[in-house]
T-cell receptor, first 113, second 109 residues
């Protein structure tokens, strides 16, 4: 069955380190998204991609970057982790013609100490 | 700018009581509205969308353009409805979703 996976599921890192969170989907969806979920803020869009080599900034993109070299993967990189980036990160994907329904991964809980 | 407001952070109801989770939006055009649900220890999943006008797990939501609302309703709450509920909006021609801050529904047995 097609699915969307994230790794690692839990990560603890130190301030200043570079961290990459993986997202892999086998739906063959063109659209992929990264969100962070914080208490009191809901889900906020970090970056998104509408296809290979396409990346766009979302609402809270500072300190994050993404790259899209193939359809299946959209890794999220924290260039220099900060304590404010402690959060739960969700990846999602959607097809072009799916009435905008997004399918979510299980999430990665990141703690920056 | 588009915005989704869910005024209640937490809503507690007794089993069998009616439920209404409020959602108001701000958008200048014709939006697509959705409700997503996140059960404990599970990933977010689509509950329903306004264009399909369907009932899922007994929940319904009607888009009221005059009041810019998309409230989620269920006549009789069940314990398994306890979860985090997010209202989301997508603008015309955009695949991005703008989420509200979410409402945690707790159904008391």
């Amino acid at each position: 069955d097609a699915e969307i996976t994230q790794s690692p599921r839990h990560k603890i890192t130190e301030t200043g380190r570079q961290v990459t969170l993986a997202c892999h989907q086998t739906w063959n969806h063109n659209n992929m998204f990264w969100y962070r979920q914080d208490l009191g803020h809901g889900l906020r869009l970090i970056h998104y991609s509408y296809g290979v080599q396409d990346t766009n900034k979302g609402e809270v993109s500072d300190g994050y970057s993404v790259s899209r070299s193939n359809t299946e993967d959209l890794p999220l990189t924290l260039e220099s982790a900060a304590s404010s980036q402690t959060s739960v990160y969700f990846c999602a994907s959607s097809a072009v013609a799916s009435s905008y329904e997004q399918y979510f991964g299980p999430g990665t809980r990141l703690t920056v100490t | 700018a588009q915005r989704v407001t869910q005024p209640e952070k937490l809503l507690s109801v007794f089993k069998g009581a009616p439920v209404e989770l409020k959602c108001n939006y701000s958008y200048s055009g014709s939006p697509e509205l959705f409700w997503y649900v996140q059960y404990s220890r599970q990933r977010l999943q689509l509950l329903l969308r306004h264009i399909s006008r369907e009932s899922i797990k007994g929940f319904t939501a009607d888009l009221n353009k005059g009041e810019t609302s998309f409230h989620l309703k269920k006549p009789f709450a069940q314990e398994e409805d306890s979860a985090m509920y997010y209202c989301a909006l997508s603008g015309a021609g955009s695949y991005q979703l703008t989420f509200g801050k979410g409402t945690k529904l707790s159904v008391i047995p």
